[in-house]
């Protein structure tokens, strides 16, 4: 049974950093894609980040380019999201998540097989 569990969120001034972690048991990750979304209230679910778990390549929402970064222990199997410069308009739900044949469909959530229960991201002005 393949798990994806999220830690690392909490109420962060503007500003200040936050860095999200999601460890992952059940399987290895050898070809597939691991990437972070976020879903703010009353929007839709949103790509922020991708990382190809063998090559490493890694690709942004342009939202977040410069003040995210993605990366991966793959001895941890563990993903992990290191976010500065935050601003209240990053304030969301953030997921992980993981998939065999991502692909060029990186940024469609339904791309993705594996999903975390998500973490709280919360800016304050």
């Known amino acids: 049974q393949v798990q994806l569990v999220e830690t690392g969120g909490g109420l962060v001034q503007a500003g200040g950093s936050l860095r999200l972690s999601c460890a992952a048991s059940g399987r290895t990750f050898s070809g597939y894609t691991r990437g972070w979304f976020r879903q703010a209230p009353g929007k839709q679910r949103e790509f922020v980040a991708r990382i190809d778990w063998s090559g490493g390549s890694t690709y942004y929402a342009d939202s977040v380019k410069v003040r995210f970064t993605i990366s991966r222990d793959i001895a941890k199997n563990t993903c992990y999201l290191q976010m500065n410069r935050l601003k209240t308009e990053d304030t969301a739900v953030y997921y992980c998540?993981?998939?065999?044949?991502?692909?060029?469909?990186?940024?469609?959530?339904?791309?993705?097989?594996?999903w975390g229960q998500g973490t709280q991201v919360t800016v304050s002005s």
């Open positions: 998540a993981a998939g065999g044949s991502v692909g060029l469909m990186y940024r469609s959530p339904s791309a993705y097989t594996y």
